[in-house]
């Protein structure tokens, strides 16, 4: 989604916004900008990529040392240069960007068209703009009072960064609901919506919270609630390494996240499983095992990738320590009433920690009084901050818009809190355990083993690139790896995929079954082994192309399969961590066999922070 950028200090700021910007393109977006102050005010924006936008600027004079940048993802008007950010107000005065929806910008608008204002653009940020600079020159206030009284008539969400060319020594930066970082350097300050832009020049941040208001003077660094009550800053360290976010010679970041993934469930586990694997231990939930134990139900709130890592989830903790469990999506959820009990348990599954239905749900589930736990891969983002305790992934930055390694990560939490929780509730034996947590330090080594199967993957990938739909199937614990497969295929090569059920054909999709469409089938040797075979034989009987996944030394699928992928053997719990892998590979070479941007598919975005 929309990603925000600024610098204030010595430097030029223009190199910072720029580099600044392209950090944050793997967030998604449609059009670019820049504004800076030098006495006058410098602005420009584009339609399409930051190159677009540095194409345009060409070799114009771009100077000051105060500056915002931002990357539009389009909600209110079609991405155009006009609707891009950033915006100045009717009068001048006031420039901004923003991030999020202010939902009652209309009312505004109309009010502000009445008191003479005139729009360019369609979007509810110039409403914002206008009516900072409406309350600004009609209440002879400052900016930073303008933009207090402005943000207290918005509803809706927001991230914002303003400038005013009457004050030009500082940025007012804000935030509701949209992450905003401020980076404290030496007689400097950064802004930006993640840590990705400022991890090189410095570690030091500030994460606002909502409700936040920021004064930044290149010295200076004033933090506020909007009702102008004085907060102390809180500094944090990054532990964020700038190779983390470099693709490190790998031709995509998604092929890399591919390949980071062994490494990614290690860091997961490291520290929290003991070398004799005898014991987990899960820091961040330590207050609230009592609350677990007891829990009447576990309630799963998550997003697209997120949801299906979700499902993996309920099928371990159902099995494992027998609490029912739903998994919900976090949009339907929040709007549909549902019934929450004080001692349900709520775990909410996010790579981003940004996710806004996900987000919303949370509130929800917290005003009814249920004990609300996060699973999530970026540090210091909403979602641990909201949550009442939680377990953070170690995945390291997820650039690829398509998630991979957040995926079997959060698996790989799903699985030590289910066997934790089965182990405290007597629901499994001390042999059991100690074989299951055995088995899951061995997964990276198995995955380093399924990589090796790229080449093989890569043909047959060939083979199917050029098809439009295909349906993927699983059963059990791989049911949700057959839904997570499809949503690989359709995110970053826009070929129609379905995940089902392997049984649930029968029910409908087998109609769609001809000697055109490839139908995965994940079908390694669990407890419904015997069932999805007859899957396959019944996908075969109808003239259907079947590419398997299986267990390696699988000699009956070989017969009957058009292709196999042979993973490593493990218990069928683990079996999800393994088969996605070919699954993602797969989606991955189709898409650049197809010549798509694999790292930002078009129309979607890296966290998605409107609803
Ligand atoms: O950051 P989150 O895990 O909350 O994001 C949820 C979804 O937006 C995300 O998983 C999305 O579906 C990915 N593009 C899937 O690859």
């Known amino acids: 989604m929309c990603g925000i950028v600024g610098y204030i200090g010595d430097k030029e700021a223009f190199p910072i916004l720029i580099k600044g910007l392209k ?8 059009s670019a900008g820049v504004a800076l102050l030098n006495g006058n005010t410098v602005l420009y924006k584009r339609k399409g990529k930051v190159s677009d936008l540095e194409e345009h600027i060409g070799s114009q004079e771009v100077s000051g040392k105060i500056g915002m940048g931002h990357t539009r993802w389009a909600t209110h008007g079609e991405p155009n240069d006009v609707n891009a950010h950033p915006h100045k107000s009717f009068n001048d005065k006031f420039i901004v960007i923003h991030n999020g929806i202010i939902e ?7 009010k502000l068209i009445g008191r003479g204002y005139e729009f360019d653009s369609e979007t509810d940020t110039e409403v914002l703009a206008n009516l900072i600079e409406y309350i600004y020159l009609k209440g002879d206030v400052t900016a930073e009072l303008a933009v207090r009284l402005a943000l207290s008539k918005v509803f809706g969400a927001y991230g914002l960064v303003v400038m005013c060319k009457d004050e030009p020594d500082k940025l007012i930066a804000a935030r509701k609901g949209s992450p905003l970082v401020i980076g404290v350097g030496k007689g400097e300050y950064f802004l930006a919506s993640d840590a990705t832009p400022i991890v090189e020049y410095t570690k030091s941040v500030i994460y606002l919270n909502d409700g936040d208001v920021a004064v930044i003077k290149k010295n200076e660094l004033k933090l506020k609630t909007i009702d102008n009550e004085i907060l102390t800053p809180e500094i944090q360290e990054l532990s964020l390494d700038i190779g983390e976010i470099d693709k490190m010679g790998y031709e995509h970041f998604m092929l890399k996240e591919i390949y980071e993934q ?14 004799d694997c005898t014991n987990i231990h899960l820091g961040g939930l330590h207050a609230v095992w009592p609350d677990l134990e007891n829990a009447r139900r576990i309630i799963i709130i998550a997003c697209g990738t997120s949801w299906h890592a979700g499902l993996v989830g309920e099928y371990l903790f159902e099995e494992f320590a027998r609490i029912p469990v739903e998994v919900e999506y976090g949009s339907e959820f929040r709007y549909r009433k549902p019934v929450i009990y004080k001692d349900d348990i709520v775990i909410a599954i996010s790579q981003s920690g940004e996710t806004a239905d996900t987000l919303a749900a949370i509130k929800l ?3 009814a009084g249920a004990t609300v736990l996060g699973i999530c891969n970026v540090v210091g983002s909403s979602i641990p901050r909201e949550t009442d305790a939680g377990v953070y992934t170690h995945a390291g930055p997820e650039i690829g818009v398509a998630s991979t390694k957040a995926f079997t990560a959060q698996v790989t939490v799903l699985t030590m809190m289910a066997l934790k929780l089965a182990r405290k509730k007597y629901q499994i034996s001390e042999d059991q355990f100690n074989h299951m947590v055995k088995e899951l330090t061995l997964i990276p080594e198995k995955i380093e083993k399924a990589l090796e199967l790229n080449d093989h993957i890569k043909a047959i990938a060939e083979l199917y690139k050029d098809c439009t739909n295909a349906l993927y199937l699983g059963r059990g614990f791989l049911f949700p790896v057959a839904l997570e497969g499809a949503l690989k295929l359709k995110e970053i090569s826009y070929i129609h995929a379905e995940g089902y059920p392997a049984a649930e054909m029968k029910h409908g999709p087998i109609a769609l079954i001809d000697k055109e469409m490839p139908v995965f089938i994940v079908a390694t040797k669990d407890s419904s082994y015997e069932k999805i075979v007859s899957n396959i034989q019944e996908v075969k009987a109808r003239n259907g192309i079947v590419i398997a996944v299986v267990t390696q030394g699988d000699d009956t699928i070989k017969h009957m399969a058009d292709h196999v992928i042979e993973v490593p053997e493990t218990p069928e719990h683990l079996a999800p961590l393994l088969t996605v892998i070919p699954l993602q590979q797969l989606s991955y070479h189709i898409a650049v066999m197809r010549g798509c941007n694999v790292d930002q598919p078009r129309n979607l975005a890296k966290s998605v922070t409107v609803e």
């Open 23 to 30: 950090r944050l393109e793997y967030r998604g977006y449609d």
């Open 262 to 275: 062994p490494k990614a469930i290690a860091d997961t586990f490291r520290g929290r499983i003991n070398s």
């Open 365 to 367: 589930a917290k005003e």
């Open 104 to 110: 009652n910008y209309a009312r505004l608008k109309e």
